[in-house]
């Protein structure tokens, strides 16, 4: 193992507050792997390092990282640094699934600088967590479980994910990226969209291209489907991503911000709403 990076993206949303935490191993060898906790909420972005040997991870089963442990079931988080005290414990339950894999038959290509996988697009939270002496409770509210494994992140790429409570909880992701292959490159798209029960998938592999890009919005379509994410009020936040395995790049994501949804179906639209509890991500100006 060398040169490599592997993480988890795990949303915590309530009424009042988005949290997400990212715990991840890396480093340009296996001799050198380290791990890392990064935090970012509204107001707080933050990160806890850990040295070599201090985690145990199953791939998109569970990630234990000194003291704290995530799961697909929930999570013990147990951080004491100097300037980060994160106490706390949280279940997971109703845990919804892709019916299949997000990166389609791109799973099977070898030598990717990053795989991306969907742990759980939706799922009820109870407990609560106490970050620098300020406690947030969860009462079946929403939460959402990503993944990516490979040594780099994608120079140039768009990500956004939103989860809403309708009659059955909602959610969808969109990434939009640079895509190295052999001796080029081409655009990376894959999308899920959870509603009212329904998996509607996008993405490359499927005929999936590019409508519009630009003034901070992406618009995407793949035969009947079109889906817009547009980016109306940001507070991005700088975290940091792998480059070859070390955490050596800075990028701006905001956790929760406005932004404008609208997916159609055969031109009718499905959905066309504002959520400030928004995730995204821009590597690119869009």
């Not at 201090?54 to 799961?71: D, E, P």
């Not at 499905?270 to 590597?283: H, S, T, V």
């Amino acid at each position: 193992m060398g040169k490599y990076f592997e993480g988890w993206y795990c949303k915590l949303q309530n009424q009042n507050e988005t949290i997400a935490f990212i715990p991840a191993i890396h480093g340009e060898s296996q001799a050198d792997m380290g791990s890392s906790i990064q935090i970012i909420s509204n107001n707080l972005v933050a990160a806890a390092n850990y040295p070599k040997n201090s985690f145990n991870l199953k791939r998109n089963k569970f990630i234990n990282i000194g003291n704290s442990f995530f799961s697909t079931q929930g999570a013990h988080l147990d951080i004491n640094t100097s300037n980060l005290k994160i106490q706390g414990d949280l279940k997971f339950r109703e845990i919804t699934p892709l019916n299949y894999d997000i990166m389609g038959p791109f799973t099977l290509v070898p030598f990717m600088e990053c795989r991306h996988s969907v742990l759980s697009l939706s799922h009820k939270i109870n407990g609560k967590i106490t970050i620098n002496g300020k406690t947030t409770a969860f009462n079946d509210d929403l939460g959402y479980i990503e993944g990516d494994r490979g040594h780099s992140f994608p120079s140039h790429y768009l990500w956004t994910q939103c989860s809403w409570k309708a009659e059955i909880p909602c959610s969808l992701m969109l990434s939009v990226a640079n895509i190295p292959f052999a001796a080029t490159k081409f655009t990376g798209i894959i999308a899920v969209i959870l509603f009212n029960g329904k998996q509607y998938r996008m993405g490359t592999y499927f005929g999936a291209k590019i409508v519009e890009c630009k003034n901070k919005a992406v618009t995407i379509k793949q035969g009947k489907l079109i889906l817009t994410a547009q980016l109306l009020k940001t507070q991005e936040q700088l975290l940091k991503a792998p480059v070859k395995g070390n955490m050596s790049r800075l990028i701006r994501e905001s956790a929760a911000c406005s932004v404008r949804y609208i997916f159609k179906i055969n031109n009718r639209i499905i959905f066309d709403f504002i959520r400030d509890n928004a995730g995204f991500e821009y590597e690119f100006e869009v």
